[in-house]
């Protein structure tokens, strides 16, 4: 069964522009497009899936050049699936550290209970 870009965008909840552009740069390979007659592209069902995947992977974390890659690959392996995982992992712990310093350095200012009336950075 094949869908107009429409009825994908819809099922996907994803704007027509997005899904064009996913196609334009490789998202979307060739193996979800089907041209009729009159040129006009109609997908093939399982691109909601691969849609969803690509959004997933995105909510987590991955760029849109990383899913880019891993489309190119056409196919992986379970270890270079779960080390690239477990890069993605580390890389959130990472960015988690941060945060909580940033944070923690925020409740030290309030601490310090400084005002800025006279200027910034000035007592």
Do not use: W
């Not at 009729?36 to 399982?46: K, Q, V, W």
């Not at 880019?68 to 477990?86: F, H, P, V, Y």
């Not at 712990?93 to 950075?121: M, P, V």
């Amino acid at each position: 069964m094949n869908i107009k870009i429409s009825e994908v965008a819809k099922r996907v909840d994803l704007p027509i522009s997005t899904i064009r552009y996913y196609e334009k740069i490789g998202i979307i390979t060739d193996d979800f497009i089907r041209r009729e007659l009159n040129n006009y592209r109609d997908y093939t069902l399982e691109v909601t899936h691969h849609l969803e995947v690509v959004k997933n992977c995105l909510a987590v974390g991955f760029s849109i050049n990383d899913i880019k890659a891993m489309i190119l690959k056409n196919g992986m392996s379970k270890d270079e699936q779960t080390r690239i995982i477990k890069e993605k992992i580390s890389e959130i712990e990472d960015a988690q550290k941060k945060l909580d310093t940033s944070k923690k350095n925020l409740y030290d200012i309030l601490e310090l209970n400084i005002t800025c009336e006279d200027g910034f950075g000035k007592y």
